[in-house]
């Protein structure tokens, strides 16, 4: 009786970051918050982190940064809110002078990894 040799190659194999799949290594995205019911506030979006690091000086209000997929820097509000409270921050927020009027409340979901601040 012959034995059949193992084949290295077909062996499932998986790291951090990457799996083996059809022959190919495939990255996994990982990202930085786990999804429940709560909401950042999403107000500004910058190319780079220095200029959202500029910006976040200026403000008075407490915020966070994450990467996102394309590779631009997403600042939010520093703390997640409820579904009710995130649209309650959003309109108080609004009234305050240099709150912009694009921002929105999102799952976070596609937050590649937290950048700063707490």
Do not use: H, I
Request: glycine share 6%; hydrophobic share 30%.
């Amino acid at each position: 009786m012959s034995e059949t040799p193992y084949l290295s190659d077909k062996r499932p194999r998986t790291s951090k970051f990457a799996f083996w799949s059809g022959g190919n290594w495939r990255r996994k995205v990982v990202y930085a918050s786990s999804l429940d019911d709560r909401k950042y506030v999403q107000v500004f979006s910058f190319p780079n982190m220095g200029a959202a690091r500029a910006k976040t000086q200026t403000l008075s209000y407490r915020t966070d940064a994450y990467e996102t997929p394309n590779g631009w820097v997403a600042v939010t509000l520093a703390s997640k809110f409820t579904d009710d409270e995130a649209k309650a921050a959003l309109q108080n927020k609004k009234k305050e002078t240099g709150f912009p009027n694009d921002a929105f409340g999102t799952f976070g979901n596609t937050y590649k990894r937290k950048l700063c601040c707490d």
